[in-house]
């Protein structure tokens, strides 16, 4: 079936140095969302991307969709302690009336 | 308002008693979602209700009972429950039908507990 992977599935970084995490799917996506959930919280709506090739930015944080939309990655960049929680991608499941597949998520903890 | 309320945060059950996880939106939104998160796992769909009525179930055991009593409510009623039943269980909206681009807003949740 259609599958969400998604790398590393942990990352420890020092304050101040990049992060980035790394989403791949089975199939060609329409859209790819992406969430984040602080530690004993709830996921929360961060970004979609619809375009091919498509790069958005969030202050320290770029969003890319790749070219065959079948990949995506977030980057942070000077990661901050208030960076720390779980990054999740969502794709579409195809043709299932909008059910969302999510990656296994990447935990990031970041060192002061 | 911009929420998804639920109730209660928290909840300890016996594998033989009946509860109900509630969760409610103003924000008009026409579906509502309930998710099941185990710890370091991603959310699990369960349910979806589109314009109050039940569009998905994911196979989920019948000692699990969702109910949607009008645009603003979602109740998910739970009885005989196993202890792997204990998780995270989420509730979302999206402001229209499930369908390609619609993000969920997710509810704190509440932490279930099954002794």
């Known amino acids: 079936g259609q599958q969400v992977m998604q790398i590393p599935q942990y990352q420890h970084v020092q304050e101040g140095e990049d992060f980035t995490t790394y989403c791949n799917s089975s199939?060609?996506?329409?859209?790819i969302q992406w969430y984040k959930q602080r530690p004993g919280g709830h996921p929360v709506f961060l970004i979609q991307l619809v375009k091919s090739g498509e790069v958005k930015k969030q202050k320290r944080l770029t969003f890319q969709f790749g070219e065959a939309k079948k990949n995506s990655s977030l980057h942070i960049t000077a990661t901050q302690t208030t960076d720390v929680g779980t990054y999740f991608c969502?794709?579409?499941?195809?043709?299932?009336?909008?059910?969302?597949?999510f990656g296994q998520g990447t935990e990031l903890s970041v060192k002061p | 308002d911009t929420e998804v309320t639920q109730t209660p945060k928290h909840l300890v059950m016996g594998m033989t008693n009946k509860k109900s996880l509630k969760c409610e939106q103003h924000m008009g939104h026409r579906a509502m979602y309930w998710y099941k998160q185990k710890a370091k796992k991603p959310p699990e769909l369960m349910f979806v209700?589109?314009?109050?009525?039940?569009?998905i179930n994911e196979s989920v055991p019948s000692r699990f009972s969702p109910e949607c009593p009008n645009s603003s409510l979602l109740n998910l009623h739970l009885h005989a429950l196993q202890p792997e039943d204990s998780a995270l269980y989420l509730c979302?909206?999206?402001?229209?039908?499930?369908?390609?681009?619609?993000?969920?807003?997710f509810g704190s949740g509440t932490q279930l507990s099954v002794l």
């Open positions: 969502a794709g579409p499941v195809y043709n299932q009336g909008g059910k969302l597949i």
């Open positions: 209700y589109s314009y109050e009525k039940l569009s």
């Open positions: 199939t060609t996506l329409s859209n």
């Open positions: 979302a909206s999206t402001p229209r039908g499930p369908g390609d681009g619609e993000k969920l807003f």
